[in-house]
């Protein structure tokens, strides 16, 4: 930690916390029932647990990166969890927002500036790339594991699928950013390892890459494919498939039947 680094730098923000405290309140309205429009408290849950995750995967690079050399990330205010301190606040917050409710499909984007020149290593460039979908991958690990232990058969059945919808988000946003794709960490990890030439025709491409893989998605084939894949995936944990759509159509309070 540099000389200038202030305890500030380090301080969880408010506003990080107030998304949390919406994620706890509209759970809890999901969970008791207390909510009206119960597609609408879930909607909130799962938007400000979708947030949350995005801070926290943002946080895992600047936290990687803090501890392989850049010691700028304090200054920067990438470890308050903040999401307006964010480079591109569209790219980080807006855009996956946006993919949750257009598709159900969750995939944060690549926002935290980090200055690799102070960072020396190839194996040190991969992990911070890593970091963030890892956190992802916790993230739905922690989601998963009540349904593993069978924890959930009590559960209020809007709460089990908003529960379970949340999940998902963070398996699909696991398996979609790592990816090897310019623009996406899958090919942060692997480009330390590319040849500077290959690294310089490619970089044109890196802004388009999360669009690419969203446009992709839209191909019905490549969809049913991957939503096999994620589903087979929950069904280790023992996550219900019916839970998850169930939970998408709540979350879509909008829509009409």
């Given at each position: 930690m540099s000389s200038t680094?202030?305890?500030?730098?380090?301080?969880?923000?408010?506003?990080?916390?107030?998304?949390?405290?919406?994620?706890?309140?509209?759970?809890?309205?999901v969970?008791?029932?207390?909510?009206?429009?119960?597609?609408?408290?879930?909607?909130?849950?799962v938007v400000s647990?979708?947030?949350?995750?995005?801070?926290?995967?943002?946080?895992?690079?600047?936290?990687?990166?803090l501890h392989s050399g850049d010691i700028t990330i304090g200054a920067k205010g990438y470890l308050t969890?903040?999401?307006?301190?964010?480079?591109?606040?569209?790219?980080?917050?807006?855009?996956?927002?946006?993919?949750?409710?257009?598709?159900?499909?969750?995939l944060p984007g690549g926002a935290v500036f980090i200055e690799r020149g102070r960072i020396?290593?190839?194996?040190?460039h991969s992990l911070i790339s890593a970091a963030g979908p890892l956190m992802n991958v916790l993230f739905a690990i922690v989601l998963m594991l009540p349904f593993a232990f069978g924890a959930t058969h009590s559960w209020p059945v809007g709460f089990l699928a908003a529960f379970a919808f949340l999940a998902m988000l963070q398996v699909t946003a696991a398996v979609l950013n790592l990816l090897p794709v310019p623009g996406l960490?899958?090919?942060?990890?692997?480009?330390?390892?590319?040849?500077?030439?290959?690294?310089?025709?490619?970089?044109?491409?890196?802004?388009?890459?999360?669009?690419a893989?969203?446009?992709?998605?839209?191909?019905?084939?490549?969809?049913?494919?991957?939503?096999?894949?994620?589903?087979?995936v929950m069904g280790w944990f023992d996550v219900p498939e019916d839970a998850i759509r169930y939970g998408y159509t709540l979350f879509r309070f909008w829509v009409s039947d």
């Open positions: 680094d202030t305890r500030s730098d380090h301080r969880i923000s408010p506003i990080f916390l107030g998304i949390a405290a919406v994620m706890a309140v509209s759970g809890w309205a969970w008791s029932g207390f909510s009206s429009s119960p597609g609408f408290a879930v909607f909130l849950f647990g979708w947030v949350v995750s995005l801070c926290l995967h943002e946080y895992a690079h600047a936290r990687t990166a969890l903040n999401p307006l301190k964010y480079t591109h606040a569209l790219l980080s917050i807006v855009l996956p927002v946006l993919f949750v409710i257009m598709g159900g499909i969750g020396q290593g190839r194996w040190k960490d899958g090919y942060g990890i692997i480009e330390p390892w590319l040849s500077y030439d290959f690294r310089r025709q490619v970089e044109p491409f890196a802004q388009f890459g999360l669009l893989v969203f446009g992709c998605l839209w191909i019905p084939e490549v969809n049913v494919a991957f939503f096999d894949f994620v589903y087979t």
